[in-house]
Nanobody, 124 residues
């Protein structure tokens, strides 16, 4: 079970930092990703990071605005979101790909364990 935190209401152009940690155990040597789902839309990939932080992937529309990172000592993965836009409004989920250590993947079906999500609302 994963636990996300850090969501909330922010004005356009603002920032939020999401956190994700296992409620028990560790991420091990697994890649971790963030996905999001807006009302009436399918869940979509946002960003992913390899175990050793050597590889990251981003959805094109968030490149340059979002940064995924992880602190393996703290067993936590972060998503720093800057220059937020109304279209970033969604429930954000973190997920673990236990079958992949390096070269993270972007398809949700590859991910084994998910959190309950945290709401991010960008509105003036």
């Amino acid at each position: 079970q994963l636990v996300e935190s850090g969501g909330g209401l922010v004005q356009p152009g603002g920032s939020l930092r999401l956190s994700c940690a296992p409620s028990g155990g560790t991420f091990g040597s697994s890649a971790v990703a963030w996905f999001r789902q807006a009302p009436g839309k399918e869940r979509e990939f946002v960003a992913a990071i390899s175990w050793n932080v050597g590889s990251t992937l981003y959805k094109n529309s968030v490149k340059g605005r979002f940064t995924i990172s992880r602190d393996n000592a703290k067993n936590t993965v972060y998503l720093q979101m800057n220059m937020l836009k109304p279209e970033d409004t969604a429930v954000y989920y973190c997920a673990v790909d236990m079958g992949r250590t390096y070269l993270p993947r972007t398809e949700s079906y590859e991910y084994d364990s998910w959190g309950q999500g945290t709401q991010v609302t960008v509105s003036s």
